[in-house]
């Protein structure tokens, strides 16, 4: 039913509901705006999400007893909310969300999206965010929408019936923007580094950011590159227009660039805006390992903030203190590491906090999470180049990582793994 404000949508909540709100670039913020007014006559709303852009308003002390968030994936609208005990953090793999939601352990009682207009026969889109949005929609006893006819309609698992919905509003407002993230010296040499690694015919995987985007600016004179990934940026698109990507040696989805989100300018929107070639599919299926390794030579290129010199990959935190979240990288790493010809590639800044800290350590900061385990690292690169951990080990490991740190810190580095794990770097 079409209703004329989003407080009128938002009056179908009850007691005690446990929310799913689409994310990313898909958060409905309009929704956003006015959960706190309705929220203040409700008691004990929970709010999921992955990653909500625009939603600090949510963590508010007077909503205490009223809406808690619980992310399962910390971002900037967030993070201080976590740090504050505003809001919980929960690590889990997002392809897991679905399945956990489907068998009824994550109950979700009611969904907040934002959907393209409804076509001629009444379906509209999830757009640029499948993620786990579908499986909410699937068990959710309410669903609300706000039907926003900016929202690109792409292909895939995104599309549902506007009957489907109990109460929506509709308001034109433009799409979130991301902008790309700007590059440097550093960001620049992973880029090459990273780039040296990857192959005619290989099928890629890789997230936002400097390092990404850097990467990609130096594979133009690639062939026949696939893309099978969690999520992609405008980093893609000059590969695209060249023909450099074109998917033709995929096993899965041959021809197709398949993702679950999307978040970056409006030119990426116009270009997933009804296009055929790009499937936005449930992350239950993109994230799944036994998936992700039927494409040979699948490469996957993730981050991390800490490693430690055993080959301990941290991503989520600093210490204790949540950054982000578990995502998708593990699925990736390993995935990409059972594929026939697969590489997988964690890359990040030698240092951190303007070159006084070293992102290598001989051990991680307590409390640090482990998201990508020393038996299942490959490739790590740093701007001063590659180090292959696969089959080393441990003190040869400390050997490769040391040889890819921050000259400055090198010395460092091997004396402190001589006083941790007892061993001498030769």
Same mark, same amino acid.
């Given at each position: ?309 055993? %080959? /301990?990959?941290?991503?989520? *935190?600093?210490?204790? #203190?949540?950054?982000? !979240? +578990? ?5 990736? =790493? ?20 303007? %070159? /006084?800290?070293?992102?290598? *350590?001989?051990?991680? #900061?307590?409390?640090? !999470? +482990? ?5 299942? =690292? ?49």
């Amino acid at each position: 039913m079409q209703v004329s404000s989003a407080v009128k949508a938002l009056e179908i909540l009850q007691d005690n509901d446990v929310i799913w709100c689409h994310s990313m670039a898909a958060t409905p913020g309009l929704l956003l705006e006015h959960l706190p007014e309705v929220a203040s006559e409700r008691h004990n709303l929970t709010l999921l999400q992955l990653h909500t852009e625009g939603s600090e308003g949510l963590a508010d002390a007077n909503l205490k007893g009223r809406l808690r968030q619980r992310a399962f994936f910390v971002g900037g609208s967030t993070r201080q909310a976590v740090a504050s005990d505003l809001a919980d953090y929960v690590p889990v793999f997002l392809s897991e969300i679905p399945k956990l939601m489907r068998r009824g352990e994550q109950p979700v009682d009611a969904v907040l999206a934002q959907v393209s207009a409804p076509d001629a026969h009444g379906y509209c889109s999830l757009g640029i965010s499948v993620e786990a949005t579908r499986a909410a929609l699937q068990v959710a006893k309410r669903k609300i929408a706000w039907v926003n006819p900016q929202m690109p309609r792409t292909h895939g698992d995104s599309f549902i019936h506007i009957s489907e919905f109990d109460r929506y509003v509709e308001e034109t407002r433009p799409m979130h923007e991301h902008k790309a993230a700007p590059q440097n010296e550093v960001s620049r040499r992973i880029g090459e580094q990273v780039a040296s690694l990857i192959e005619d015919g290989d099928c890629l995987q890789l997230g936002i950011g400097a390092i990404p985007d850097a990467t990609l600016s130096c594979l133009h004179q690639h062939q026949h590159l696939g893309v099978h990934t969690e999520m992609f940026s405008d980093g893609i698109l000059p590969l695209v227009e060249k023909g450099v990507i074109d998917n033709s040696r995929k096993q899965k989805h041959r021809g197709r660039i398949v993702t679950t989100f999307a978040m970056g300018s409006q030119a990426l929107y116009d270009f997933v805006d009804d296009n055929p070639n790009v499937a936005f599919l449930d992350v239950e299926y993109t994230n799944d390992t036994s998936v992700i390794r039927k494409n040979k030579q699948t490469v996957s290129i993730n981050s991390a903030l800490q490693i430690d010199l055993s %080959g /301990q990959v941290c991503a989520d *935190s600093v210490g204790t #203190s949540i950054y982000s !979240g +578990v995502g998708g990288q593990m699925d990736f =790493v390993r995935g990409a590491a059972l594929a026939e010809g697969g590489k997988a590639i964690i890359a990040l800044p030698s240092t951190a906090r303007g %070159g /006084q800290l070293s992102r290598i *350590s001989s051990l991680l #900061s307590p409390g640090a !999470g +482990v998201v990508t385990t020393r038996a299942h =690292v490959q490739y790590i690169v740093t701007e001063y180049g590659v180090a292959n951990l696969r089959l080393k080990s441990i003190k040869e490991r400390a050997s490769e990582l040391i040889r890819i740190a921050h000259p400055d810190f090198q010395e460092a580095l091997a004396e402190s793994f001589f006083n941790d794990w007892g061993l001498r770097i030769s």
